[in-house]
């Protein structure tokens, strides 16, 4: 059992060996070449070799090898190959008698193709990815030697199979063709080995790896390997002199037997038949007619087979051609549908949209409206109140410039106290008009306090104390007064 992984050959049923420079436990690869006992084709050196004597022991062992296998999970597989496993199974055999004859045996060899994957699909990297790398580079090398393989079977001119780029199609493909070794005798020369691929596909699982592992056995199907002629069409197809000259002189010449002198010529006589071989090649030559006969009519199938084969593409092609036509036919409906309501769509989103947002303009012009209103009145009252201020602050003015003038006329002399009109340095020069009778009043008015309060005498009683007056109250001109101040 051995395995190919990174384009190098492992053995499975050989354990690791530590390396004395590094100290990691590495598995030697070996080499795909010949061998002085098979120098006319190319073996494995190297492997491991068990004897199994039962089916339990062959069942261990391939367990044990399958252990060792290279196997990681991925995004798309738990448990992914990472190479291509080869298990040889070899079977000898011998004469049992006094005198034991020579082993002869053939193996047989089941290669488990480890599958190609997608880096974005099974989400690998690193080591992981190049193997992959490797895994599919080999399956493109393989599915170009099937290529060339089916390509010459169709064509006169035989292709040279690729088969040496990578060394799974080294093992596959190397001694597959007859052995052209002239050294050793024809005893010695061996078949070219036979294969067989058996795919298996899940109905379920990817289409792309489905489609590839159909394309692989479609190629496999059409390998055909060239049959070897039998001796009776050999015979048949010879012409009649070319098999005269044969019989007359053989491949192999013999000596001539030792003759006296002047003796007769030499004479090669043939033995005459009997009955029981004439009858023989009776049969022998009926076969023949028989078999020709046979052979007629499948090739006449043959060519009814190919004319029907031919005319079902022909009707493939053709139904391929009319599903293209109404498959585009389909899409080209099936857009200019999608067009038309796309249209439609749009346009009741359009209107939807203009509603919306008349809506929402008569909405903010009714806030504004409300918000207009609100200020106005804000601004109605903002006025009156500063009319108040002002008015207050008049006020306030007034009365501080009547205690200022207040304080003026207590700070005057007496004779300066009175009034202008009882002064004799003031005349009036004109007849007062209303606006100086108002004037006068108030001048009046302001005398008569300013007498009332300061320039009233404090009387003083018989004991020398002053008398206590009643103080008088406020009268109502001076009210008055202090309301228009």
């Known amino acids: 059992m051995y395995e190919v992984h990174n384009d190098r050959i492992y053995d499975l049923l050989t354990p690791a060996v530590k390396s004395g420079a590094t100290k990691e436990v590495r598995r030697r690869p070996l080499l795909f070449k010949s061998t002085e006992l098979s120098p006319d084709r190319k ?30 999970g991925t995004g798309s597989n738990s448990v992914s190959s990472r190479s291509h496993g080869f298990f040889v199974f070899e079977v000898k055999k011998r004469t049992c008698s006094r005198r034991p004859g020579p082993w002869e045996g053939n193996k047989f060899t089941i290669v488990d193709l480890a599958g190609s994957e997608r880096a974005r699909e099974a989400k690998t990297a690193g080591a992981t990815l190049a193997e992959a ?42 001694n597959s063709f007859p052995s052209s070794s002239t050294s050793h005798s024809q005893a010695t020369r061996r078949n ?25 056995s479609a190629l496999a199907r059409e390998v055909t390997v060239p049959r ?6 050999t015979i048949l197809a010879q012409p009649p002199q070319m098999a005269q000259n044969r019989s007359v002189s053989p491949t192999h010449p013999h000596p001539r037997p030792f003759m006296p002198a002047g003796g007769g010529s030499y004479r090669n006589f043939s033995p005459p038949m009997s009955s029981d071989e004439r009858a023989t090649m009776e049969i022998a030559a009926l076969e023949i007619a ?33 599903m293209l036509d109404l498959e585009a036919a389909i899409r080209e409906e099936c857009a200019m549908e999608f067009e038309q309501r796309l249209a439609l769509e749009m346009a ?26 609100g200020l106005a009145s804000d601004e109605d009252c903002d006025k009156e109140n500063v009319l108040i201020e002002d008015l207050e602050e008049e006020v306030d003015r007034l009365r501080r410039e009547n205690g200022i003038l207040k304080r003026e ?54 004991n020398g104390s002053p008398k206590k007056m009643r103080k008088l109250g406020t009268k109502k001109w001076e009210h008055e007064e202090d309301e228009l101040s």
């Open 409 to 462: 006329l207590a700070s005057r002399s007496p004779t300066k106290r009175k009034p202008l009109e009882e002064r004799e340095d003031f005349a009036p020069s004109s007849k007062p008009s209303r606006g100086d009778s108002m004037t006068n009043l108030g001048r009046k008015l302001e005398r008569m306090r300013v007498s009332g309060e300061k320039a009233r005498p404090v009387p003083v009683n018989g």
């Open 290 to 322: 028989r078999l020709s006969e046979e052979a007629d009519q499948l090739r006449e199938e043959v060519d009814r087979q190919n004319e029907a084969r031919v005319a079902a593409e022909a009707h493939l092609l053709t139904m391929e051609d009319r």
């Open 228 to 233: 070897v002629p039998s001796i009776t069409t």
């Open 43 to 72: 073996v494995v050196a190297g492997l491991r070799k068990v004897i199994c004597s039962s089916y339990n022991e062959a069942l261990t062992i391939i367990e044990t090898g399958l252990q060792e296998r290279r196997v990681t």
């Open 192 to 216: 070219p080995q036979r294969g067989v691929m058996i795919v298996t596909a899940d109905p379920r699982g990817d289409f792309n790896a489905t489609s590839q592992i159909l394309r692989y």
């Open 133 to 174: 790398g490797k895994i599919n580079e080999s399956l493109m090398y393989l599915g170009q030697c099937l290529q060339t393989q089916s390509e010459a079977a169709s064509s006169s001119k035989p292709n040279i199979v690729p088969f040496r780029q990578c060394k799974l199609t080294e093992l596959l493909f190397s």
């Open 348 to 373: 009741r989103w359009k209107n939807s949209m203009a509603i919306e947002q008349e809506r929402t303009e008569e909405h903010w012009d009714r806030k504004v409206e409300v918000l207009e209103r």
